[in-house]
């Protein structure tokens, strides 16, 4: 089965300090991973994909094959960048089965 | 991006009393929507796997006779709270793709929907 797994529940840093959100992977073939992010009484919204190797808020996550891992990053952290945040595998029309999730709160 | 609709946005109710939770995608055809429970500070929880013209698929430990699930149209589904209880408090949340869709193509999600029984 597709899995993702984020080992924080919860993480907190210091406004202007680096961010990294950690989220491994566990299963074969070609990963295809997404970020998702709830920010408080906002809808969930997609933040970033694997694919597109795009940088989304100052936000980025590179695959890395060699330890699973698909860690968000972020080198200087906002107070707006508090939110939840989701590590998710690709899913076509099976069902988004979320993980925990890692909730960020960024100090002022 | 596409949109999805999720109404009412909240919902109060009594116990005992049913409630139906309306799911639009607003600018494309979804032949399958997913229905989600968030508690407070908690991650999303599949519920159930709506399916246009046939009948949903639900997950382990979720009544289907208690959460029903209509998907009449390709862009409305519906999630009826059937004699609720103060328990069934909760956020839900329904999410949707485009039709055919790839593996890495994104989900979008409802504003959700705030249930207060009382």
């Known amino acids: 089965a597709q899995r993702v797994t984020q080992p924080e529940k919860l993480l907190s840093v210091f406004k202007g300090a680096p961010v990294e959100l950690k989220c491994n992977y566990s299963y074969s073939g070609s990963p295809e991973l997404f970020w998702y992010v709830q920010y408080s009484r906002q809808r969930l919204q997609l933040l970033l994909r694997?694919?597109s190797r795009e940088s989304i808020k100052g936000f980025t996550a590179d695959l890395n094959k060699g330890e699973t891992s698909f860690h968000l990053k972020k080198p200087f952290a906002q107070e707006e960048d508090s939110a939840m945040y989701y590590c998710a595998p690709p899913s076509g029309n099976t069902p988004l089965v979320f993980g925990k999730g890692t909730r960020l709160s960024v100090i002022a | 991006g596409a949109v999805v609709s999720q109404h009412p946005s909240w919902v109060i109710c009594k116990s005992g009393t049913s409630v139906k939770i309306e799911c639009r995608s607003l600018d494309f055809q979804a032949t399958t929507m997913f229905w989600y429970r968030q508690f407070p500070k908690q991650s999303l929880m599949l519920m159930a796997t709506s399916n246009e013209g046939s009948k949903a698929t639900y997950e382990q430990g979720v009544e289907k006779d208690k959460f029903l699930i209509n998907h009449a149209s390709l862009t409305l589904s519906t999630l009826t709270v059937t004699s609720a209880h103060p328990e069934d408090s909760s956020f839900y949340i329904c999410?949707?793709?485009?039709?055919?869709?790839?593996?890495?193509?994104?989900?979008?999600f409802g504003q959700g929907t705030r249930l207060t029984v009382v």
């Open positions: 999410s949707a793709r485009t039709s055919g869709t790839a593996r890495n193509t994104e989900a979008f």
């Open positions: 694997h694919i």
